[in-house]
């Protein structure tokens, strides 16, 4: 989708309100007022079928009738009318509306083409409109608001407008109540914000498209969404991918985890990837911070907005309570941050102000004896001017607090110089003097510990995301030089290829797969184990048997020829009696691979974002085990070793308890070239099953166990 302008949004000329009412306790009444309440200074043009006057402005029968330029319409009538409506605005020359009316595709049934002519004006005559079934948005830098929501605090809009920040928040929702909810809430806090904007229900205009808008947006610092359903997966990851190089936070609520989601799938792989799993993956994969509630969701947002990026993990902190600080401390280790004792020197800096009963190895207790002193101050600043820290906690008791008006000023010059983020956490409530004095001084207060751990644990973590991100090799240009070889296999074989058939497309790729051959008698079987050497493992081959070893297919660590012939048979019999109408192509003799770690290497595709990459713990109980790890395809060698990282923190990479360390240099090759493989034939491929995969000790290599892959046929 091309780049529209939404200017005619968010810095209209001229707004026409089409169905304005003079009833204010009207939803049609409400938006006018609110519109003229929130300080607009362009063109408000009420349009009703009356005319007259409306909320002492002249209004004008239709939008055909307004004098001069109108960039954007608000339109609140019957559904059924829209259409029409939309179609006069685009012939009148207005270049973008926001609908209100509800009695769409959210009713279902034949409301759903109501929605769709909407679509198609849009299309059509080049018109952008959001909604239908909207509750408004508002700019709060312009100023606009174009909302009949109740929850907007009109008297403190002058003051946030005019909040001195290089970083505001823009809050982008599906849902049109939490959009305000989260201003209402945050304007609780003190937070600044830049625009909040309800989609509806996406018939134009979508929730990405907002996006892209608002980090161009030079006000805007932060994005936070709320998603019921990411409609374009690939644009929602291009808006992440930016949105992480800008440096500028993406804050997301998904809601949607249940197993209801999840699709029906022929392997391993597609099973273990619901729906939820692949947007974790994502935003992982782009730095996307997921938030758990609005409060948890407004933390973040907070430090993102009012402190720099934190450069590491290792936290000071700085308390007037003992336990307080020791909570402190236990809470943000909890959430992988450091609190790193300090070095003698560090420490000895402390002791030149503190009292000789004061804690200076981190966390710095400066005791009840701060009162009247400027240790607080005197604290920060040291920790401020050391490397060996990366943020700064203050717990405080700001319920009175004297010393904060007088330590005002420094401490706004040290938040000025935006060299750490400096946070403060108060353990009793503060007062709303407190408050207004560290907005004022640009310091994000908390009055949750988790919060403050939480906020800079996951900025720290997107910090380390767009580190892997900018060290991604560039990925190969063009096909493989086996893919004219795959191709041909593939449109040689059926929908489910067999798993010789899967080898064979994946020898083609570089992968190395062990020796097998097929047959189809017993005798012919005993020939192939000794050509290939024992122990050997038999598979029955069958496009309808996906899953061998639950219908009796697969024998394991045959050591001998008797052993060979007497388990063919068997084979065949249990397969028959589990699965009688399946197709059986034969049975498949394949080399042992020496003992290491069960792997489940894979790709499924889904409906959203397309391919995604899983490697995860293998073998036959790979759903019981839970433990996987999953991106999005491209995939090049950094998100290969982030991915192995993933898995298990690493650990079963590492060496331990006289074991070598596995062969990571192979399992990234290995992820490597199936993803290229699946980037080959993404469209084509829909499920790559590799499980197991065996992972020997470096140097040893990783063995491809068994294979499956779905295709799509045309």
């Known amino acids: 989708m091309a780049k529209r302008d939404l200017t005619p949004f968010f810095r209209p000329e001229g707004v026409a309100v089409i169905g304005a009412s003079a009833d204010t306790s009207h939803i049609r009444g409400r938006i006018l007022a609110q519109l003229v309440r929130s300080g607009y200074t362009g063109r408000i043009l009420p349009v009703h079928p009356k005319g007259g006057e409306i909320q002492g402005l002249p209004a004008y029968p239709e939008i055909a009738a307004v004098p001069g330029r109108v960039d954007l319409a608000l339109i609140a009538i019957p559904a059924d009318a829209v259409a029409d409506v939309l179609a006069d605005c685009a012939a009148a020359g207005v270049r973008a509306a926001y609908i209100f009316s509800s009695g769409f595709a959210e009713e279902g049934g034949d409301k759903r083409d109501l929605q769709r002519r909407i679509r198609e004006v849009c299309a059509r005559t080049g018109i952008v409109a959001a909604g239908p079934n909207a509750v408004g948005f508002m700019s709060v830098t312009l100023p606009l608001v174009a909302s009949f929501s109740p929850a907007i605090d009109f008297a403190a809009l002058p003051a946030l407008r005019m909040a001195e920040t290089s970083r505001r928040i823009a809050v982008v929702s599906q849902s049109g109540g939490l959009a305000f909810a989260f201003f209402n809430r945050g304007l609780k806090r003190r937070l600044p914000f830049s625009h909040v904007v309800n989609t509806g229900n996406e018939a134009d205009l979508d929730l990405v498209e907002v996006g892209e808008y608002l980090l161009d947006d030079p006000s805007t610092g932060v994005l936070l969404l709320f998603v019921e359903q990411v409609r374009r997966g690939p644009a929602f990851m291009a808006l992440a991918e930016r949105a992480l190089s800008l440096g500028k936070p993406l804050i997301v609520a998904k809601i949607g985890r249940s197993a209801a989601a999840r699709r029906a799938a022929v392997s391993h792989t597609a099973s273990l990837t619901g729906s939820d799993d692949a947007y974790d993956a994502v935003f992982r994969r782009f730095g996307v911070i997921r938030g758990e509630d609005q409060d948890d969701m407004l933390d973040i947002a907070a430090a993102a907005a009012l402190c720099p990026e934190p450069q590491g993990r290792r936290v000071g902190v700085v308390t007037i309570s003992g336990g307080v600080g020791g909570w402190l401390a236990d809470t943000l280790e909890s959430h992988n941050l450091a609190v790193p004792e300090f070095g003698a020197a560090l420490q000895g800096q402390f002791r030149s102000f503190l009292p000789s009963f004061a804690a200076v190895g981190n966390p710095i207790d400066i005791t009840a004896q701060a009162i009247g002193t400027d240790y607080r101050l005197s604290s920060i600043v040291t920790l401020e001017g050391t490397d060996e820290v990366d943020a700064i906690v203050v717990g405080n008791s700001l319920a009175a607090d004297g010393r904060l008006a007088i330590e005002k000023d420094a401490l706004k010059e040290i938040a000025a110089r935006w060299r750490k983020p400096i946070l403060f956490y108060s353990y009793p409530l503060p007062s709303i003097e407190a408050q207004a004095m560290l907005e004022e001084i640009g310091i994000p207060l908390y009055t949750s510990m988790r919060g403050v751990a939480r906020a800079l644990a996951l900025l720290t973590e997107r910090i380390e995301a767009r580190a892997a991100h900018r060290r991604a090799e560039p990925l190969p240009m063009g096909p493989a030089p086996g893919r004219a070889a795959a191709e041909r296999k593939l449109d040689r074989a059926g929908a489910t290829l067999s798993e010789v058939e899967a080898l064979a497309v994946l020898a083609d790729y570089g992968i190395a797969v062990p020796r097998h051959r097929l047959v189809e008698s017993a005798a012919a079987a005993v020939e192939a184990a000794r050509a290939i050497g024992f122990p050997v493992a038999l ?95 491209p995939v090049g060698a950094a998100e290969a070793e982030r991915l192995i990282d993933r898995l298990d923190r690493g650990r079963l990479m590492a060496s331990r308890r006289g074991r070598p360390a596995r062969d990571r240099r192979a399992l990234v090759a290995l992820i490597l070239a199936l993803a290229r493989l699946a980037g080959d034939f993404a469209g084509r491929l829909t499920e790559i099953d590799l499980n197991p995969v065996i992972l020997g000790a470096e140097g040893e290599g990783a063995a491809v166990a068994d294979a499956l892959m779905v295709q799509r046929k045309p």
């Open 539 to 633: 598979k029955v081959q069958s496009p309808d048997i996906p899953h061998k070893t639950e219908a009796g297919g697969v024998a394991l660590n045959l050591r001998d020829a008797a052993a060979v012939a007497d388990t063919y048979e068997t084979i065949l019999t249990d397969v028959r009696r589990a699965a009688p109408t399946a197709r059986v192509a034969g049975v498949l003799v394949e080399a042992m691979a020496r003992p290491g770690l069960d792997l489940i290497l894979g790709m499924s595709v889904d409906e959203t974002f397309g391919p995604l990459l899983l490697l995860g713990r293998g073998g036959i109980e790979v759903e019981a085990l839970g433990d996987r790890v999953m991106t999005p395809l």
